[in-house]
C-alpha cells in the first residue's frame, strides 16, 4: 500500500510538472491551478463528510454508554 502510494505521488509530481512545462500561457497554468483545487476540495469535502459521520456515531455510542453507566438511564435487556 505505501509503495503504491509513493509511487502515485512521485508519478503526479512528474506529470504535473510535464504539464506546467508543456504550457506557456498564464491562462493554461491558472486552469490547472483551478482544476488541482477543485479535486483538492472534492477530496477534503469527502475526509470531512466521513469524519462527521464516524464522529457522530461514536460519539452517541459513548453518550449512551456513558449514561447506561452512571445511572441516568436504565435498558431493560432482552430476555434471550
Same mark, same amino acid.
Given at each position: 500500500?505505501?509503495?503504491? /502510494? /509513493? =509511487?502515485?505521488?512521485?508519478?503526479?509530481? +512528474?506529470? =504535473? #510538472?510535464?504539464?506546467?512545462?508543456?504550457? !506557456?500561457?498564464?491562462?493554461? /497554468?491558472?486552469?490547472?491551478?483551478?482544476?488541482? =483545487?477543485?479535486? +483538492?476540495?472534492?477530496?477534503m469535502?469527502?475526509?470531512?463528510q466521513?469524519? +462527521?459521520?464516524?464522529?457522530?456515531?461514536?460519539?452517541?455510542?459513548? !453518550?449512551?454508554? =456513558?449514561?447506561? #453507566?452512571?445511572?441516568?438511564?436504565?435498558?431493560?435487556?432482552? #430476555?434471550?
Amino acid at each position: 500500500m505505501r509503495s503504491s /502510494k /509513493k =509511487y502515485l505521488d512521485i508519478r503526479f509530481i +512528474f506529470l =504535473y #510538472n510535464d504539464v506546467i512545462d508543456e504550457c !506557456t500561457s498564464a491562462l493554461c /497554468k491558472e486552469i490547472i491551478l483551478i482544476e488541482l =483545487y477543485l479535486i +483538492f476540495g472534492i477530496c477534503m469535502f469527502g475526509c470531512a463528510q466521513t469524519a +462527521f459521520h464516524l464522529g457522530r456515531r461514536d460519539g452517541i455510542e459513548a !453518550t449512551v454508554d =456513558y449514561f447506561i #453507566n452512571t445511572g441516568a438511564i436504565e435498558v431493560d435487556e432482552p #430476555n434471550d
